[in-house]
């Protein structure tokens, strides 16, 4: 039987499709999409310049973050010193750096492990429901009665001040908001007609939530990632900057500026926290930016 | 209607019961119970392990745990909110103090924020993909990525130190009596708080106004040759900043827990201070009575919102949640 023209545009799909050269160029779509957004781009090489700065700290700079020089106290900016030194001489501009190192940590950190735990109960519950989803949406929304600050005081005064607990007390405030945006996804995938297919196939719940739903609701859960690195750096800012978040003899930039909180040092010695504070906003502006271009180029809504 | 806001309230209540026996629960696994910050570091070396259960037994602390959460809760109801564990003043005391603090502190910024970020989120979908709309987004970022205090630490160097306008914080200063004497010291934290909000608001506006600029109404109004700038403000803002007005009320838990550490920066007598202070010195049931009003606040705020949109869209009290 002679083909149509039908049958053979059917083939050329069939035949890039078994190429695989489809789930690529979908791919290289999302990305030319992202690199077509200046800001995220700027934010992207930002975000990296920083992140490589302060893991690469030790070649940066000759000083020890930790170590007191009591003769070169309080010294304004110089060649020697970029970012001057502080009331014991530390150098700034390596504490900025070696800072940064334990402030992405733990709003990387913090921000994946939240995903990791929010996914794993979302996904399972919301495909499943029955009454793990109904334990696991009341005790998010106990988690969520609160605002974010005041849980995370109201912990850190029961459990104490460390980093470990820092970086617990935001994965148990952070995960809620990742269970409802992987449950509402799964919701609204489980009557698709491709989890059906998979269903009467008999595959097991987890192969099904897990493998083949999940993938699906990854970008929404990616945009949410960045963004809430942004917040919990800003968290741990705040926090360290009150003096209740990391202990005070880890450098991060919360710590750091923790200095301000002295008027004479507020007036005086600008060096002190004036640079690090630019570094976090700039440092979660590119978070941010990152995230906004995420969003753009991965919503399917905004596809053309 | 009535089912709705009744099925509403019997989620509150409980929710409120769970919420203050984990809260109560997590301050009983903190170390050291209520004697043993009573008991300054000078008189611990002499007292006794007798003297020692004798206080406990006089303060109930020897009953079970539950016996003293029952009594605690009951007297909470009944509105006797127990002692700080600092200076040993009524709980009850304190909050009368702070509490007015921290609303004028909201209601202002809230009033700025409001107003700033309706304006510039019309003005931004009005103007929408131009070079006004762009710089006006990336400036909202820029308002969700500095840190609050680090803005108000700017701000306090600039405006209070170096061309000395303003003071560097407080809320009243001695001899001042009338509302205008005060007016200087709220400026500045209510305006950093405000333009800290502004971002967020102002990206509800742009979007609902958005939202609404491409509905028929507005090409009807449109081909009825009315002048632009009357389509946009009778039936374009109109329409649209309802929504977002309901939505900004109802942020002032968010706006609570935002004014915490500008609070503390300006030195506000704020209850957000306060609680930031109660935790620093591990006064447990200071830090317990705050949280809970916080999450109070939160609930009943929660509430009336579900109640308000199920007013607004019949669909959600006739749905199944």
Same mark, same amino acid.
């Not at chain 2, 006006?136 to 205090?149: C, D, H, K, W, Y």
């Given at each position: 039987m002679a083909k149509t023209s039908l049958d053979r545009k059917f083939d050329q799909i069939k035949k890039r499709e078994e190429e695989k050269s489809f789930s690529i160029k979908k791919r290289s779509r999302i990305v030319s999409k992202f690199l077509n957004n200046r800001l995220a781009v700027v934010g992207l090489i930002i975000f990296t310049i920083i992140i490589l700065a302060s893991l690469f700290a030790p070649l940066l700079s000759p000083y020890d973050p930790m170590r007191v020089d009591l003769r070169s106290m309080r010294q304004a900016p110089s060649f020697?010193?970029?970012?001057?030194?502080?009331?014991?001489?530390?150098?700034?501009?390596?504490?900025?750096?070696?800072?940064?190192?334990?402030?992405?940590?733990?709003?990387?950190?913090?921000?994946?492990?939240?995903?990791? #735990?929010?996914?794993?109960?979302?996904? +399972?519950?919301?495909y499943k429901g029955g009454w793990i989803d109904v334990i696991a949406l009341r005790v998010s929304e106990i988690f969520m009665s609160f605002p974010q600050i005041i849980l995370v005081l109201l912990l850190v005064s029961i459990t104490g001040q460390s980093l470990f607990n820092l970086m617990a007390i935001f994965i148990l405030t952070g995960w809620g908001g990742m269970y409802r945006l992987a449950r509402a996804r799964m919701l609204s995938l489980r009557e698709e007609e491709y #989890?059906?297919?998979?269903?009467?196939?008999?595959?097991?719940?987890?192969?099904?939530? +897990?493998?083949?739903?999940?993938?699906?609701?990854?970008?929404?859960?990616?945009?949410?990632?960045?963004?809430?690195?942004?917040?919990?750096?800003?968290t741990e800012a705040g926090l360290s900057f009150l003096g209740l978040g990391v202990p005070l003899n880890i450098p991060t930039w919360g710590n750091i500026?923790? #200095?301000?909180?002295?008027?004479?040092?507020?007036?005086? +010695?600008?060096?002190?926290?004036?640079?690090?504070?630019?570094?976090?906003?700039?440092?979660?502006?590119c978070v941010n930016f990152i995230g906004d271009g995420l969003r753009d180029s991965t919503d399917p809504s905004q596809q053309g | 209607m009535t089912t709705y806001i009744a099925q509403r309230l019997i989620i509150f209540? =409980?929710? &409120?019961?769970?919420?203050?026996?984990?809260?109560?629960? !997590?301050?009983?696994?903190?170390? !050291?119970?209520?004697?043993?910050?009573?008991? $300054?570091?000078?008189? /611990? $070396?002499?007292?006794?392990?007798?003297?020692?259960?004798?206080?406990?037994?006089?303060? !109930?602390?020897?009953?079970?745990?539950?016996?003293? @959460?029952?009594?605690?809760?009951? $007297?909470?109801v009944q509105g006797d909110m127990g002692y700080s564990m600092a200076g040993g003043v009524a709980i009850s005391e304190i909050m009368i103090k702070t509490v007015p603090a921290t609303l004028e502190l909201s209601m202002v910024a809230l009033f700025f924020s409001t107003i700033l970020g309706c304006s510039l989120g019309v003005i931004s979908a009005l103007k929408r993909g131009s070079g006004t709309d762009n710089?006006?987004?990336?400036?909202?970022?820029? %308002?969700? $990525?500095?840190?609050?205090?680090?803005f108000g630490l700017v701000a306090i160097l600039l405006f209070a130190i170096e061309l000395k306008w303003l003071p560097v914080g407080g809320r009243l200063m001695p001899h001042y009596?009338?509302?205008?004497?005060?007016?200087?010291?709220?400026?500045? =934290?209510?305006?950093?708080?405000? &333009?800290?909000?502004?971002? %967020? /608001?102002?990206? @509800?506006?742009?979007?609902?106004?958005?939202?609404?600029?491409?509905?028929e109404f507005i090409t009807t109004a449109r081909s009825k040759g009315m002048p632009e700038w009357r389509v946009n403000i009778l039936h374009g803002f109109r329409v649209a900043l309802t929504p977002v007005v309901v939505l900004i009320g109802f942020r002032l838990p968010l706006l609570i827990g935002g004014s915490t550490i500008i609070e503390q920066v300006y030195q506000w007598p704020g209850i957000g201070s306060m609680f930031i202070r109660s935790v620093r010195a591990s006064d447990y049931p200071l830090v317990?009575?705050?949280?809970?009003?916080?999450?109070?606040?939160v609930l009943t705020a929660?509430?009336?919102?579900?109640?308000?949109t199920a007013l607004i869209d019949p669909r959600v009290r006739l749905g199944k949640e």
């Open positions: 020697d010193h970029w970012f001057g030194t502080d009331s014991t001489g530390r150098d700034v501009f390596t504490r900025v750096l070696f800072g940064g190192r334990v402030s992405i940590f733990i709003g990387l950190g913090s921000a994946i492990l939240s995903a990791v #735990v929010g996914i794993a109960v979302g996904c +399972y519950a919301g #989890v059906q297919a998979l269903r009467s196939f008999g595959l097991s719940t987890f192969t099904i939530c +897990y493998k083949h739903m999940l993938p699906n609701a990854l970008s929404p859960i990616m945009v949410n990632i960045t963004l809430s690195t942004a917040m919990f750096i800003l500026l923790n #200095v301000a909180q002295d008027i004479l040092i507020l007036q005086n +010695y600008w060096w002190m926290w004036g640079p690090v504070g630019i570094v976090i906003s700039v440092f979660v502006l | 209540f =409980p929710m &409120l019961l769970v919420i203050s026996f984990l809260v109560y629960s !997590g301050l009983e696994l903190s170390p !050291g119970d209520a004697v043993s910050h009573m008991i $300054s570091p000078e008189l /611990a $070396s002499t007292i006794t392990a007798e003297q020692l259960d004798a206080m406990r037994e006089a303060y !109930g602390l020897n009953q079970s745990f539950i016996t003293r @959460y029952w009594i605690w809760l009951t $007297s909470m710089s006006l987004t990336v400036a909202g970022m820029a %308002g969700v $990525s500095i840190p609050e205090f680090f009596e009338t509302v205008w004497d005060r007016i200087p010291n709220i400026v500045l =934290p209510s305006l950093v708080l405000a &333009l800290m909000m502004t971002a %967020g /608001a102002m990206r @509800y506006a742009r979007s609902s106004m958005l939202d609404v600029l491409a509905r317990m009575t705050i949280s809970l009003m916080y999450v109070f606040v929660s509430l009336i919102i579900d109640v308000l």
